[in-house]
């Protein structure tokens, strides 16, 4: 049977399985580490597909400018100048103030544009970085409402270059590098020090711990075997069937011998 990771109603949630809910803003969540609503992520997902169709429509309106007809406009402006001056009428004021109209109708319109254009491709950035960051930390037991914080510590580390998230130091100038020293940090590595600079968004066993012990550790945190009797634990059962299926099998056999 599959769990739902939200309910609405304490009602909904089966006897058995009471302990491992909680509320949370009038619902109740399913209190699994790695868990994320799947309303959110489908949030970003629609609004990154929004923006690019946005983006698209805003390139298109821009070719279909010409700048050159300004250049046209003002070179016929020039013949019929020689033309004035051959007859000696009024030619000269009526071209310069058709050039200047087009010309300010032009850069109106171009300002316009690019300014949207620019907001739009800002907006792009934004979701790109926030889709690669949620979905990283929500491997590593991100809370479902420690979102708004993790991405808005992301926006002023990465930004995106040539379509893949980059990390900068400070300035938002420097390549911030990454333990090798040579490549630019990776929101994986970056993830891993906020697991220790900012614990409160995490699920309490997320991240790097004490290594394994005789009572059926994870592997990379001290746990007891979660499919043993005395210390069951269904929460920690689906993390090791997600995360590491060898290892949840191998505890599964030791408990089944103990």
């Not at 409160?200 to 043993?228: I, T």
């Not at 920690?236 to 103990?258: I, V």
């Amino acid at each position: 049977m599959s769990l739902k990771y939200k309910l609405t109603s304490k009602n909904e949630i089966p006897a058995e399985l009471a302990a491992h809910y909680i509320e949370r803003d009038g619902a109740w969540f399913l209190d699994a580490e790695g868990a994320a609503d799947k309303a959110k992520l489908d949030e970003f997902r629609n609004a990154n597909i929004a923006l690019v169709q946005q983006l698209d429509e805003q390139t298109k309106r821009f070719h279909g400018i010409d700048p050159d007809e300004v250049h046209r406009l003002a070179e016929e402006k020039r013949k019929l100048e020689e033309q004035q001056q051959l007859k000696a009428g009024e030619v000269e004021k009526v071209i310069e103030t058709r050039v200047k109209a087009a010309k300010t109708d032009f850069e109106k319109q171009l300002g316009a544009i690019t300014s949207e254009r620019d907001a739009l491709n800002g907006r792009l950035v934004t979701i790109q970085i926030d889709q690669g960051v949620v979905a990283a930390a929500t491997k590593r037991g991100l809370r479902p409402t420690a979102i708004p914080d993790i991405t808005a510590r992301a926006r002023n580390i990465f930004k995106l270059v040539n379509g893949v998230p980059t990390a900068f130091e400070a300035d938002g100038q420097t390549v911030r590098v990454g333990k090798d020293g040579v490549k630019p940090m990776a929101i994986e590595e970056w993830l891993e020090a906020q697991l220790s600079e900012a614990p409160h968004l995490f699920e309490s066993n997320a991240g790097g711990g004490a290594a394994s012990n005789s009572s059926g550790g994870s592997g990379n945190r001290s746990v007891k075997n979660p499919f043993r009797r005395d210390s069951w634990n269904l929460t920690e059962q689906m993390r090791l069937q997600r995360n590491d299926p060898n290892r949840a099998q191998q505890l599964k056999a030791s408990a089944a011998t103990n």
